[in-house]
Structures are given as structure tokens and as C-alpha cells.
């Protein structure tokens, strides 16, 4: 968390995606631009963004952002 942003690393990569409640409030939303991948990593971005999402979703509802 930073603000009103959720920050979901890959530990080990460079592989980083913000997140911010959309202006409705009612759900999150990757942040334009806030995104980034690392070409030595394992994992696709594909799977990453997958995987940051769930993360994401779930810390938002821990902070009572979404239900």
C-alpha cells in the first residue's frame, strides 16, 4: 500500500503492478502506466498481471475498498 494505491511485486524480479480504486469506488483498476516487467523473470507478465490481480482484489476487500 502507498496511498490509495495497492503496489503487487514478484519477489526475486523487477516485475511490479499498481493498482487504484476506480473513481466509482466500487472496484480497482490497473494504474495506466504503472506497470512493469522484468525479461529475466520465469513468469510471463501474462501470468504476473493474473496473479497481481487476485493479490490486488484481495487486499481491497481486506481494506473494505470492494466487498
Not at 516485475?15 to 525479461?39: L, M, N, V, Y
Not at 523473470?41 to 481494506?63: C, H, I, P, Y
Request: charged letters at 25%; glycine letters at 8%; a negative charge.
Amino acid at each position: 500500500m502507498l496511498g490509495d494505491d495497492i503496489i503487487v511485486n514478484l519477489p526475486g524480479t523487477r516485475c511490479t503492478i499498481t493498482f487504484q480504486r476506480t473513481s466509482e469506488g466500487q472496484t480497482i483498476e490497473e494504474k495506466h502506466g504503472w506497470a512493469r516487467d522484468d525479461p529475466m523473470s520465469t513468469v510471463s507478465m501474462t501470468e504476473f498481471r493474473a496473479g497481481a490481480w487476485d493479490a490486488a482484489v484481495n487486499q481491497a476487500k481486506q481494506l473494505g475498498w470492494i466487498k
